[in-house]
């Protein structure tokens, strides 16, 4: 198989929700199970951090450096998938996300914010301050999950 | 609320696979959940770049570069998802990337080392080198895709 040809297949079996014309043309589903992606994996990689800031888990610096740096990635990747094409998708998302969008907006800039000052912390090796920046990027998980979306 | 207790229920209600204990107990459904999930952004990440490279798509460094970069987090994190305790889980994973887990292995590394590739070239402002990278990251797609999944 040529380049092209497998460039092709590979577009199409691997984002089946692109049109390949225009970036803003993913399907509202796939945007949903790709924002929902990005929320799963900030659990993967949040929820041991969190366990060590509340003393459940063992501290280990360098786990948290590396979730820290990965965290990083993912705190970037949920908005985009937050488009009003996707309304009416079943999801948890609350109305409020449209309806007060430079609050949600705010919400979004504050965990990013305190996700890099965790990166910061990470590299600086003080475990005190670690914890406490692991503690404010729980925080700032909180400050969209209780305005804009469901309670579980 | 104070901090314990938020970063405990926090630990709670986002890291819900994990015991808190230990970071290799996490049950066998979230692993699959999230490994998946991690697939899904690759798509989402990688398919415009496809889309690009594969000429359907107009050409732009900047999302190249972008794309890149979150890919490179990416292609870090599935790979501890496919721990032996998840074979009965219902998913696309064959059995032989239990059976052959180093050929599986040298699958991943693959793929990682075309990814850095990219990372590298999409830097550099080569046109030509970074859809060639691009390229080149498909193939490792496949060199798991084929040997390791269900076809669909």
């Not at 799963?40 to 990689?45: A, D, H, N, R, S």
């Not at 430079?102 to 919400?107: L, R, V």
Request: net charge positive; with cysteine; charged share 20%.
């Amino acid at each position: 198989m040529n380049m092209k040809l497998l460039l092709s297949a590979l577009a199409l079996a691997l984002g089946s929700g692109y049109t390949l014309t225009a970036f803003s043309q993913v399907k509202p589903d796939v945007m949903v199970k790709q924002r929902q992606a990005a929320m799963t994996l900030q659990g993967k990689y949040f929820g041991p951090m969190g366990g060590m800031a509340a003393g459940k888990v063992p501290y280990r610096a360098d786990v948290v450096t590396y979730n820290a740096s990965l965290l990083d990635a993912l705190s970037r990747m949920p908005w985009d998938g937050f488009d009003a094409s996707t309304k009416d998708v079943k999801s948890a998302a609350l109305p409020a996300i449209w309806g007060e969008s430079a609050k949600f907006k705010q919400a979004q800039d504050n965990f990013q914010d305190a996700v890099q000052s965790l990166v910061r912390a990470s590299k600086g090796g003080d475990e005190a301050a670690t914890k406490a920046a692991i503690g404010g990027v729980g925080k700032t998980c909180g400050g969209c999950h209780q305005n804009f979306r469901q309670k579980q």
